[in-house]
């Protein structure tokens, strides 16, 4: 099969690959589309260590089932399908409590660092553990399927946090996590949605997204915007989609005494934290790793038309140009919030 290889930091390789053996309880996945996430483009000049060449990236995909295990049961050829980015083991106490995206044994398709190396789904085949599959309505193109491993990870950030009907909530960040969070919020009857990014292009997504306000910190005093939004009462709820101190720090100061913040952004691996800010004001801390169950409503919510992602996909192109459209992203290009590869 041919499949984009990250051979070295910011050097990919489209080129021929042994096709993948399934195990009995696996699939073999013929990718239709595949999309690059932002973690991708940290493994592509080698800052997240977790994409150590060489290997094939890649965990948001969608595709058709070629050839089935003995032991597969629920599916069958020719059945249209995406899948959960994670592999988890089912034993460990996370994962025998529900939380499967804690699991202690956890592995990413398209993730090579110091404890695993697991090719992923920028290639034409992919062998994938039944257990982690989900049919696709008839409805949902497989460019659209391939977003909804980033709709779960919003929706999860979502779940995370206690949003009440009426709850003013701040969205920091509005890449293509932000803008799937402002997609969902948009449904759950908030009192004001707030988007803050220093992206003009992110934040007239935003508000066609359903944000009903946007903040740009490269213009805007934030706080001083925050009060104008909530007449002096600042935010319930906020979201925090970045990373660095800060985003996390215009979260916080955002939220009112009593707030809520849920940190889903990871980009720094130690932030500046405003302890006493945090403490005398009782503000609840929450985080959101990945996903954990939440596919099906996503499916669900595409297939209904509630949530719509064809508008975040501002560039699909052959898997054959995957090297060109790397160094595109990676150099910023202009009004693409979402790109997908098609094998």
Same mark, same amino acid.
């Given at each position: 099969?041919?499949? #984009?290889?990250?051979?070295?930091?910011?050097?990919?390789?489209? @080129?021929?690959?042994?096709?993948?053996?399934?195990? +009995?309880?696996?699939?073999?996945?013929?990718?239709?589309?595949?999309? %690059?996430?932002?973690?991708?483009?940290?493994?592509?000049?080698g800052?997240?260590?977790?994409r150590?060449p060489?290997?094939?990236?890649g965990h948001e995909?969608? $595709?058709?089932?070629e050839?089935?295990?003995?032991?597969?049961?629920?599916?069958?050829?020719?059945?249209?399908?995406?899948?959960?980015?994670?592999?988890?083991?089912?034993?460990c106490? +996370?994962?025998?409590? $529900?939380?499967?995206?804690?699991?202690d044994?956890?592995?990413?398709f $398209?993730?090579?660092?110091?404890d695993?190396?697991?090719?992923?789904?920028?290639a034409e085949?992919l062998? %994938?553990?039944?257990?982690?599959?989900?049919? #696709?309505?008839?409805?949902v193109?497989?460019?659209?399927?391939?977003l909804?491993?980033? #709709?779960?990870?919003?929706?999860?950030?979502?779940?995370?946090?206690n949003?009440?009907? $009426?709850?003013?909530?701040i969205v920091?960040?509005?890449?293509?996590?932000?803008?799937?969070?402002? &997609?969902?919020?948009?449904k759950?009857?908030?009192?004001?949605?707030a988007?803050?990014?220093?992206?003009?292009? *992110?934040?007239? !997504?935003?508000? @066609?997204?359903?944000?009903?306000?946007?903040?740009?910190?490269g213009?805007?005093?934030?706080?001083?915007?925050?009060?104008?939004?909530?007449?002096?009462? @600042?935010?319930? @709820?906020?979201?925090?989609?970045?990373?660095?101190?800060?985003?996390?720090?215009?979260? #916080?100061?955002s939220?009112?005494?009593?707030?809520?913040?849920?940190?889903?952004?990871?980009?720094?691996k130690?932030?500046?934290?405003?302890?006493?800010?945090?403490?005398?004001?009782?503000?609840t801390?929450?985080?959101a790793?990945?996903?954990?169950?939440?596919?099906?409503?996503?499916? *669900?919510?595409?297939?209904?038309g509630?949530?719509?992602?064809?508008?975040?996909?501002?560039? !699909?192109a +052959?898997l054959s140009e995957? !090297?060109?459209?790397?160094?595109?992203?990676?150099?910023? !290009?202009?009004?693409?919030? &979402?790109?997908v590869?098609?094998?």
């Amino acid at each position: 099969m041919k499949a #984009l290889v990250l051979t070295e930091y910011k050097h990919f390789e489209y @080129k021929d690959v042994p096709d993948p053996l399934i195990g +009995p309880d696996e699939v073999l996945l013929r990718i239709k589309a595949s999309a %690059v996430c932002g973690s991708d483009l940290f493994g592509y000049d080698g800052r997240s260590g977790r994409r150590i060449p060489p290997i094939i990236m890649g965990h948001e995909a969608a $595709g058709i089932i070629e050839a089935v295990g003995l032991d597969v049961k629920r599916f069958s050829v020719g059945d249209r399908v995406t899948f959960d980015s994670t592999l988890y083991c089912r034993k460990c106490y +996370p994962c025998l409590t $529900g939380r499967i995206n804690l699991c202690d044994n956890r592995r990413v398709f $398209g993730v090579s660092c110091d404890d695993y190396s697991k090719d992923g789904a920028l290639a034409e085949l992919l062998a %994938v553990p039944e257990y982690i599959l989900y049919k #696709l309505p008839d409805n949902v193109t497989f460019e659209e399927a391939s977003l909804v491993e980033p #709709l779960a990870i919003a929706l999860h950030a979502i779940n995370r946090t206690n949003i009440c009907v $009426g709850d003013d909530v701040i969205v920091i960040g509005c890449g293509t996590i932000g803008q799937l969070l402002i &997609k969902l919020l948009s449904k759950m009857c908030c009192g004001i949605i707030a988007a803050v990014d220093i992206d003009n292009e *992110k934040l007239e !997504a935003a508000i @066609k997204n359903g944000a009903d306000n946007i903040i740009d910190p490269g213009k805007d005093d934030v706080m001083r915007r925050v009060y104008e939004l909530t007449n002096g009462k @600042k935010i319930d @709820k906020a979201i925090e989609a970045v990373g660095v101190s800060e985003t996390v720090g215009f979260a #916080l100061n955002s939220l009112k005494k009593g707030g809520e913040l849920t940190i889903v952004g990871n980009i720094q691996k130690i932030i500046d934290f405003p302890l006493q800010l945090v403490v005398t004001n009782e503000i609840t801390i929450h985080s959101a790793c990945a996903s954990s169950g939440e596919y099906e409503a996503c499916l *669900k919510l595409i297939g209904s038309g509630k949530i719509d992602l064809s508008d975040l996909i501002g560039l !699909a192109a +052959p898997l054959s140009e995957g !090297a060109g459209v790397f160094e595109s992203l990676y150099s910023g !290009a202009s009004g693409v919030i &979402k790109a997908v590869l098609l094998p």
